[in-house]
């Protein structure tokens, strides 16, 4: 995967070399409630599964996902991935930050990468992509990237036994194209 580059920070190929700072980050509890797929606790050590789980996809083709690194010190900060489904051109983003960097804009940057990335080289006509309704920070994200609210899905997922609501939005080509 090519290097995607942002002015204070990067995107590269996640490695298992990545293992410590996400578990370090995917073992906070702010961090963690705002995911789906971050147990909480995290359990000691599964992070290289993790990880070797998502290079595994990688070759799959189920998934892109990339570290997010900052150029002055190399440090991860964070994780973004796009889950494309070519037969109908269009692909699911995801992400998440370590709690130290939230607020800074790293998380919009991210994703405008990504979706520039989905668009213009994998050829998607449509990106979405979806947050906690209690989770402003992930939709407000979404909406700095251009993306349309579509609507909530009320209790449809599971976390902890408890069914929570989901919120949609989404962007397609011809919209990115005119911003």
Same mark, same amino acid.
């Given at each position: 995967m090519e290097i995607l580059n942002a002015e204070q920070f990067f995107l590269r190929s996640l490695t298992l070399e990545d293992a410590e700072k996400v578990e370090e980050y995917a073992s906070d509890y702010d961090v963690a409630k705002t995911t789906l797929n971050i147990p909480h606790p995290y359990p000691k050590g599964s992070a290289k599964e993790f990880i070797a789980n998502i290079l595994e996809a990688e070759k799959e083709?189920?998934?892109?996902t990339y570290a997010i690194v900052l150029k002055e010190d190399h440090d991860l900060i964070g994780l973004i991935s796009i889950r494309p489904v070519m037969e109908h051109?269009?692909?699911?983003? @995801?992400y998440w930050i370590g709690k130290p960097f939230w607020g800074k804009g790293y998380g919009t940057e991210a994703a405008k990468l990504l979706i520039k990335y989905g668009?213009?080289?994998?050829?998607?006509n449509r990106i979405y992509a979806a947050a906690f309704t209690d989770n402003p920070g992930s939709w407000r994200i979404m909406e700095k990237c251009g993306m349309k609210h579509e @609507?909530?899905?009320r209790n449809h997922i599971l976390k902890e036994d408890k069914?929570?609501?989901?919120?949609?939005?989404s962007i397609l080509k011809e919209e990115y194209?005119?911003?």
């Open positions: 083709g189920r998934v892109i051109r269009r692909g699911e983003l @995801g668009f213009d080289i994998l050829n998607l @609507g909530i899905l069914p929570i609501d989901l919120t949609f939005y194209m005119n911003l």
